[in-house]
């Protein structure tokens, strides 16, 4: 099962390196990863495969976003079908 992590925020030193390594730890493969800097603004979203992982996806949304308070940033997990539904006009 695939999932879609989005990473905002303030621009800051080592946020892919928190998020990479806090999913490997994890047991969530990265299969594709974008991101870019707005001027002082830091924007990411990966594609993720979640099926080895050693928790569900409701426990991982939760962490991932507990992660992101305590780094200042905004990261959410969910669904790769709800992401799609979500995004699709």
């Known amino acids: 099962m695939r999932a879609v992590v989005t990473v905002t925020g303030k621009d ?3 946020i892919i390196a928190k998020v990479s390594t806090f ?3 994890r ?6 990863i974008s991101q870019t800097i707005l001027s002082e603004y830091f924007a990411m979203i990966m594609i ?3 099926s080895s992982a050693a928790k569900e ?3 991982l949304a939760e962490e991932c976003a ?3 308070k305590q780094i200042g940033m905004t990261i959410y ?3 790769e079908d ?7 006009i």
Do not use: P, R, W
Request: hydrophobic residues 45%.
């Open 66 to 68: 507990e992660l992101g």
């Open 82 to 88: 709800i992401f799609n539904a979500m995004h699709n």
């Open 48 to 50: 993720v495969e979640i």
């Open 77 to 79: 997990m969910q669904h």
């Open 27 to 32: 047991g969530v493969n990265i299969e594709d």
């Open 57 to 59: 996806l409701s426990v």
């Open 23 to 25: 999913l490997a730890e």
């Open 12 to 14: 800051k030193k080592g």
